[in-house]
Nanobody, 119 residues
């Protein structure tokens, strides 16, 4: 059974920093990418940043230059968030994109961690 566990959320004032971490446990046949999504109240879940197994990074325009995604192991991904803004307030979800042994795509999600940025 696969578990995806996030940590590091919290409350901070605008301009502050937070670091989110995500650790994956359990057996996964093949991980293609790991990343972070967020969902603000009344809005759809959106991509924040993702990193592929080959090391390519894709991040949202709204976080470029402020957020940095990194992965120092096959089952861990971090998101360093600097210069936080009130509009970054959301529940942040870790996402794991994988393939099973039949090459079927499987997405795994964490339970989410709240990030609140006050003005």
């Amino acid at each position: 059974q696969v578990h995806v566990v996030e940590s590091g959320g919290g409350s901070v004032q605008a301009g502050g920093s937070l670091r989110l971490s995500c650790v994956v446990s359990g057996t996964i046949f093949s991980i293609n990418g790991m990343g972070w999504y967020r969902q603000a109240p009344g809005k759809q879940r959106e991509l924040v940043a993702e990193i592929t197994s080959g090391g390519s990074i894709n991040d949202a325009d709204s976080v470029k230059g402020r957020f940095t995604i990194s992965s120092d192991s096959a089952k861990k991904v971090d998101l360093q968030m600097n210069s936080l803004r009130p509009e970054d307030t959301a529940v942040y979800y870790c996402n794991i994109k994988s393939l099973d042994s039949d090459w079927k795509k499987i997405d795994y999600w964490g339970q989410g961690t709240q990030v609140t940025v006050s003005a």
